[in-house]
């Protein structure tokens, strides 16, 4: 089993900043690729921003410039880092991370996706 714990969100004027954590616990033989996604109420969740194990990212066009994604492998932790943040960009923000664990009704290692609970990023004065 394991688990995405996200933190960092909150209100915040616009122009500033906020930065995002997920930390991933539990049974954990590798992370492979971690991302951000946002999602508001009645619509898909869509990309904000992904990292690779070797580092290489990915970012949604809205956010390119702006917001920077990061990890830490020894940690287990990816963050996002927002900046010059607008009223549109608020929304509840997800991580993800593809993970190499222990399938439980085999005892194997398998590969699965995992979702944090989410973490809402208000932007307004």
């Known amino acids: 089993q394991v688990q995405l714990v996200e933190s960092g969100g909150g209100l915040v004027q616009p122009g500033g900043s906020l930065r995002l954590s997920c930390a991933a616990s539990?049974?954990?033989?590798?992370?492979?690729?971690m991302g951000w996604y946002r999602q508001a109420p009645g619509k898909q969740r869509g990309l904000v921003a992904t990292?690779?194990?070797?580092?290489?990212?990915n970012y949604a066009d809205s956010v390119k410039g702006r917001f920077t994604i990061s990890r830490d492998n020894a940690k287990n932790t990816v963050y996002l880092q927002m900046n010059s943040l607008k009223p549109e960009t608020t929304d509840v923000y997800y991580c993800?991370?593809?993970?190499?664990?222990?399938?439980?009704?085999?005892?194997?290692?398998?590969?699965?996706?995992?979702w944090g609970q989410g973490t809402q990023v208000t932007v307004s004065s």
């Open positions: 993800n991370a593809d993970v190499l664990t222990i399938a439980t009704r085999s005892g194997s290692p398998a590969e699965y996706d995992y």
């Open positions: 539990g049974t954990i033989f590798s992370i492979y690729t």
């Open positions: 990292i690779t194990s070797g580092g290489s990212t």
